[in-house]
């Protein structure tokens, strides 16, 4: 399960919406073993495409190292989907390879009829995806 602040849902929907029509990517940090996101950290979709995303290689290497340095660690990675709904396409299965991160993905398109946007988190692990659940709190 994910548990996440309302705030950090504000700012993952807004990041979708400010890049649509193109995918947004990015990910949200929290200290080392805790699976707690704390940290938003909004990243260039380097693809910068409607149908696919890609982190900037060097941006990612120095998000990571900061990361280290912080005894972080990626606890949510997100990105949205701007024409479908907000599941792991083959490719983003394919490049998921932080087992014990949430995947979140947020739909911009209106894919259900249950508004604007969709959004949920998966565990991806060895090409396994699992949805789960997704708790919103004020605050940890």
Known sequence: MLTITQTLVDQI???ARQDHPDEACGVVAGPEGSGR???FIPMLNAARSPTFYEFDSGDLLKLYRE???RDEEPV???HSHTA???YPSRTDISYANEPAAHYVLVSTA???DAGPFQFRSYRIVEGEVTEEEVTVVEAY
């Open 13 to 15: 929907v807004a990041h």
């Open 37 to 39: 996101p704390e940290r």
């Open 67 to 69: 990361m280290d340095d």
């Open 76 to 78: 949510v990675i997100y």
């Open 84 to 86: 479908t709904e907000a």
């Open 110 to 112: 209106d894919t259900d």
